[in-house]
């Protein structure tokens, strides 16, 4: 039988930081010395030591340790993070079963804080990103010449890994500040610029500051749909440019939606989904194995390393996927019982574009559209191309688009 509810808080967050208690608020300090239990990592527990009563370190995973925490609710816990604990931290996560009438939060200054304070940054004019148990690549999207950015590291080999990157990707003339143990005793900052770069023994507890120049070759992301088509590595299977703003137009990709990309392809426009929205998410259905693989590809080195890819055929292949709130079928449309399953599926007050080259799959969208209703639209592009001594324009095969929301 769980315990009655609470009247109050009875979990309190302490933010941390490198100087341990000495800057802590008399509220922080009166949370620990009410306290039942102090749960954090080894190091944080030792910054705060000596400590009258209970103590349990994160154990690995960490989730193991929130069923103990939640079997003494109404307890005085403290539960200890560095900085601010809903920045990046174990804040979000506890809030996620913990009402939030039941906390208490008591935050210091974050890494991100710290940075751009001994850098005088205005903080709101960076991009903050952690690299922390994420994919390095993460960071692509953000690379423009002139930004700025501070990143949570994940480790001590963290910085010179980016440096390396940012050279790949013509940003050697970027200049790296790493800032190790902020805000205590053995704080320390060292600066060198990313092609050059030879930092040792950089601390594992380093936040890292990116000031970025870039080459006149450096291949920079537009956050606008319809990236060029040579930035894709694909075997002639893409949704061309000009044809993919069209298509993300109507997708209309909103914060935190789920895209399935049927049909993949290159992945182009799954990739550029993700782009649109560092919180979006998408899953490429893709039947044939090398594609797939030069899915995976393109996503990484375009800094959607989070696009998750399915091999197989749809219908099939969707079966037990999670519920997307977006699907765009590129691919494969006319397949039995393609354009059901993927109806089907979509959530409610979700949409569905699909688009047609061949006469059979646009003859299937404009009885689609006959009978569901929805938008129904023809493009064709034109580029010019060399033709003798002269240009001429150069059609491509047009599209059908058929759009279509589903009722709520």
């Known amino acids: 039988m769980s315990p009655p509810f609470p009247r109050g808080p009875w979990l309190t967050l302490v933010g941390l930081g490198e100087d341990g208690r000495a800057s802590l608020s008399p509220a922080a300090n009166a949370a620990l010395a009410q306290a039942a239990l102090v749960v954090g990592g080894a190091r944080h527990l030792a910054l705060v030591a000596p400590l009258a009563c209970e103590t349990l370190a994160w154990p690995s995973p960490m989730d193991a340790a929130y069923p103990q925490i939640l079997a003494r609710r109404g307890e005085k816990i403290v539960v200890l ?21 039941e906390m208490t939060c008591l935050p210091a200054p974050s890494a991100f804080s710290l940075v751009a304070a001994r850098l005088g940054w205005a903080q709101q004019d960076c991009a903050l990103i952690t690299l922390h148990g994420r994919p390095l690549e993460k960071i692509i999207p953000h690379l423009v010449d002139g930004a700025k950015i501070i990143a949570l590291s994940w480790d001590g080999a963290t910085p010179q890994k980016l440096a390396s990157l940012l050279t790949q990707l013509g940003f050697g003339a970027s200049r790296l500040t790493i800032c190790e143990r902020l805000g205590g005793p053995h704080e320390c900052m060292r600066a060198a610029v990313a092609r050059d770069f030879a930092l040792a023994d950089v601390d594992a507890l380093n936040t890292i500051a990116l000031d970025l120049v870039a080459d006149r070759d450096a291949r920079i992301i537009s956050r606008a749909p319809g990236l ?27 914060r935190g939606e789920l895209l399935w990309d049927i049909g993949a392809g290159s992945g182009s426009v799954a990739i550029e989904f993700l782009l649109a929205d560092a919180n979006n998410s998408a899953i490429a259905i893709e039947a044939h194995a090398e594609r797939a693989a030069r899915i995976r590809r393109n996503a990484l080195v375009l800094g959607a390393p989070q696009l998750k890819v399915i091999e197989g055929r749809a219908p099939e292949a969707l079966r037990a996927l999670p519920q997307p709130q977006k699907i ?16 089907d599926a979509l959530a409610p007050g979700g949409r569905l574009v699909v688009n047609g080259v061949t006469l059979e799959t646009q003859a299937l969208l404009i009885a689609r559209h006959g009978a569901l209703g929805g938008e129904l639209i023809s493009a064709q592009i034109s580029r010019a191309e060399k033709l003798g001594g002269f240009f001429a324009f150069r059609p491509a095969l047009p599209i059908v688009q058929w759009s279509f929301d589903k009722a709520w």
């Open 328 to 343: 765009f079928v590129g691919g494969g449309v006319t397949a039995p019982g393609m354009l059901d399953a993927a109806l």
């Open 81 to 101: 993070a560095s900085g601010d604990p809903f920045f990046y931290g174990v804040g979000s996560v506890l809030a996620r079963f913990i009402p939030a009438e």
């Open 228 to 254: 060029p088509d040579d930035f894709f590595e694909h075997d002639g299977q893409i949704t061309k440019a000009e044809i993919r703003a069209l298509t993300l137009s109507a997708l209309k990709p909103r």
